[in-house]
């Protein structure tokens, strides 16, 4: 049996030898009762990357989001995203459950929305109305094929809600794929939001873990608010190590994943019967549509996965696949041609894929 090629998702990553040596050496502490060495030096070093005062590590991207949603609300307020972003989408609507929050929803296209569209969206100071208080925004947009938010409109974005006395936060799961391709520092992105959040068990393969950076007094609210969610960890430097192995080592190599997610697009675009979302592919995640003549979509994954290429359907036409630091660029050969022949045969040959009433 050969290595499937795993594109379900960046999270499927394996720590590297070199990275459990990082880990099985990290000098630890009680970080609840102290400060863990290991994990002071990850907050302090995801701190400057980002250019904020102060980090927390946390043991996911939801618990991160979660906490940010709580620095800048109260229960009753509303905050101001994206329709299809991660905190809306698939933290289970934590917002209202954990903080008693709103939301309003704006609908973006590929995950970007246009500054104009946040011009009416602040209620009125009445007793009818919650009160609006925070913009997130996600960058790159998971739901919108990995999607790099235009920087200028970021940019007006926040500065139009920071005039409007609303607080600004980012997801920034995969801040560093937008780096990458973009070649604009995370610095220089996080510098219009007041808190942004950080995965590094996605594209930067550690497995374990997320930041919330922000100022030093958010930082200090967000630690509180950590222990009181169950995310105080004890010698969690074993796992801030990978964290810190993968910032010190992982960074430069996300343009490759970048490379190979364009190898994957272009084959699909080349490919009949399969149509490339938003026609791009901004970063490692790469969305396409299925033609009825081709099949389902569930059908199509369960034929690749059949033949050790496994990847994600994601709605009623639509498949997603994701290159990682564990897929090699001839694995991505191989893929390309996988799929190429599959949806081939199966239009060539009037064989339509059917089957399996899939739930998304
Ligand atoms: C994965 C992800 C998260 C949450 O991360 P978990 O660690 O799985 O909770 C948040 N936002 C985005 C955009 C993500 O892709």
Same mark, same amino acid.
């Given at each position: 049996?050969? =290595?499937?090629?795993?594109?379900?998702?960046?999270?499927?990553?394996?720590?590297?030898?070199?990275?459990?040596?990082?880990?099985?050496?990290?000098?630890?502490?009680?970080?609840?009762?102290?400060?863990?060495?290991?994990?002071?030096?990850?907050?302090?070093?995801?701190?400057?990357?980002?250019?904020?005062?102060?980090?927390?590590?946390?043991?996911?991207?939801?618990?991160?989001?979660?906490?940010?949603?709580?620095?800048?609300?109260?229960?009753?307020?509303?905050?101001?995203?994206?329709?299809?972003?991660?905190?809306?989408?698939?933290?289970?609507?934590?917002?209202?459950?954990?903080?008693?929050?709103?939301?309003?929803?704006?609908?973006?296209?590929?995950?970007?929305?246009?500054?104009?569209?946040?011009?009416?969206?602040?209620?009125?100071?009445?007793?009818?109305?919650?009160?609006?208080?925070?913009?997130?925004?996600?960058?790159?947009?998971?739901?919108?094929?990995?999607?790099?938010?235009?920087?200028?409109?970021?940019?007006?974005?926040?500065?139009?809600?920071?005039?409007?006395?609303?607080?600004?936060?980012?997801?920034?799961?995969?801040?560093?794929?937008?780096?990458?391709?973009?070649?604009?520092?995370?610095?220089?992105?996080?510098?219009?939001?007041?808190?942004?959040?950080?995965?590094?068990?996605?594209?930067?393969?550690?497995?374990?873990?997320?930041?919330?950076?922000?100022?030093?007094?958010?930082?200090?609210?967000?630690?509180?608010?950590?222990?009181?969610?169950?995310?105080?960890?004890?010698?969690?430097? &074993? &796992?801030?190590?990978?964290?810190?192995?993968?910032?010190?080592?992982?960074?430069?190599?996300?343009?490759?994943?970048?490379?190979?997610?364009?190898?994957?697009?272009?084959?699909?675009?080349? =490919?009949?019967?399969?149509?490339?979302?938003?026609?791009?592919?901004?970063?490692?995640?790469?969305?396409?549509?299925?033609?009825?003549?081709?099949?389902?979509?569930?059908?199509?994954?369960?034929?690749?996965?059949?033949?050790?290429?496994?990847?994600?359907?994601?709605?009623?036409?639509?498949?997603?696949?994701?290159?990682?630091?564990?897929?090699?660029?001839?694995?991505?050969?191989?893929?390309?041609? &996988?799929?190429?022949?599959?949806?081939?045969?199966?239009?060539?040959?009037?064989?339509?894929?059917?089957?399996?009433?899939?739930?998304?």
């Amino acid at each position: 049996m050969t =290595t499937p090629i795993d594109l379900r998702s960046d999270t499927v990553t394996k720590p590297s030898q070199q990275m459990r040596a990082a880990m099985a050496q990290a000098d630890v502490d009680d970080d609840v009762i102290d400060i863990d060495p290991t994990v002071d030096r990850l907050q302090k070093k995801i701190a400057q990357l980002t250019g904020k005062e102060a980090a927390l590590f946390v043991p996911s991207g939801t618990m991160s989001n979660q906490i940010g949603l709580r620095i800048h609300c109260r229960s009753g307020d509303e905050f101001i995203c994206e329709s299809q972003c991660h905190i809306y989408s698939y933290e289970q609507g934590a917002y209202a459950s954990l903080s008693g929050l709103a939301v309003q929803l704006l609908p973006g296209e590929d995950g970007v929305l246009d500054p104009s569209q946040f011009i009416g969206t602040i209620k009125a100071d009445n007793e009818h109305f919650c009160r609006t208080k925070l913009v997130c925004l996600e960058n790159t947009h998971n739901r919108g094929g990995g999607r790099i938010l235009p920087y200028d409109g970021v940019a007006e974005i926040c500065h139009w809600a920071h005039d409007n006395g609303l607080a600004t936060h980012l997801d920034g799961a995969r801040l560093f794929n937008a780096v990458a391709a973009s070649g604009i520092p995370a610095a220089q992105w996080a510098q219009h939001f007041d808190t942004v959040s950080i995965c590094f068990s996605k594209g930067l393969g550690a497995p374990v873990g997320s930041a919330l950076c922000g100022t030093t007094e958010m930082i200090a609210f967000a630690r509180r608010h950590r222990k009181m969610l169950g995310g105080g960890m004890r010698q969690a430097g &074993i &796992i801030a190590a990978g964290a810190l192995f993968a910032l010190e080592h992982n960074l430069e190599q996300l343009h490759i994943d970048n490379q190979n997610a364009q190898q994957l697009a272009q084959t699909i675009r080349e =490919t009949e019967g399969l149509q490339l979302a938003g026609d791009r592919a901004d970063t490692n995640i790469v969305m396409f549509d299925v033609s009825s003549r081709v099949g389902s979509p569930s059908a199509l994954v369960a034929e690749l996965e059949s033949q050790n290429v496994r990847c994600l359907a994601l709605g009623p036409t639509r498949v997603r696949l994701v290159t990682h630091l564990d897929v090699s660029n001839t694995q991505i050969d191989q893929a390309c041609e &996988i799929l190429n022949q599959i949806v081939t045969n199966a239009l060539t040959n009037d064989r339509k894929l059917t089957g399996s009433g899939a739930q998304y």
